[in-house]
């Protein structure tokens, strides 16, 4: 009794009787056989996350480490994007200069690692809600301003009226437990600059 062949089998054959027929042809040369993954530009691999060191300069990143091995730090928002400004992979550099979206430069060590490309979804901000309860389905509870509560909830509260008292017209813009809030404490040395 004959057995009809497999499935396996039959797979088994036209893949073998296909790498013979691409060893038999004369035209693959060395370049065709190389995986095309190796090939491609690093500027190219957008999503790719390496260290400084392998890329190159004028690149785009995000995602970036500010101390290796602590994760990304800089450059995370939608759409942003910091940009390669010196060589990193020059044998004798330690640091690279980096500009950050805001335009600052900074030095970052070449074993820290970035994403290349612009960081993704930079339509976010575009999205147009529709009415207060669609933040609501979200979690996202309503803000009420601090110059609208008493002084007991929050320091820009309180007054008569529309105060002029409270504010930005009085001490500066605080949080509700009083810590400035456009710029915060500075906490950067300006003495240091790596």
């Not at 409270?166 to 404490?185: L, Q």
Request: glycine content about 10%.
């Amino acid at each position: 009794m004959a057995s009809t062949p497999s499935f396996c089998q039959f797979l088994f054959r036209s893949l073998s009787s296909n790498a013979a027929a691409k060893r038999a042809s004369p035209t693959t040369s060395p370049e065709q056989m190389m995986n095309p993954a190796f090939t491609l530009d690093v500027t190219s691999q957008t999503g790719a996350s390496m260290a400084l060191k392998e890329m190159r300069i004028g690149t785009y990143i995000h995602n970036l480490e500010m101390r290796l091995g602590q994760g990304p730090k800089l450059v995370r928002g939608w759409g942003t994007s910091a940009k390669i400004m010196t060589e990193p992979r020059s044998a004798s550099a330690r640091h690279c200069e980096i500009q950050l979206p805001s335009g600052v430069k900074k030095m970052i060590d070449v074993r820290c690692w970035a994403t290349i490309g612009p960081a993704p979804n930079a339509a976010h901000n575009s999205k147009k809600l529709y009415k207060a309860g669609q933040n609501r389905w979200r979690g996202i509870r309503p803000t009420v301003r601090g110059v609208a509560m008493n002084p007991v909830d929050h320091p820009h509260g309180g007054g008569e009226g529309k105060s002029k008292s409270s504010g930005s017209h009085g001490k500066g813009s605080r949080t509700p437990w009083g810590k400035p809030t456009k710029c915060g404490y500075k906490t950067a040395s300006l003495k240091r600059k790596v």
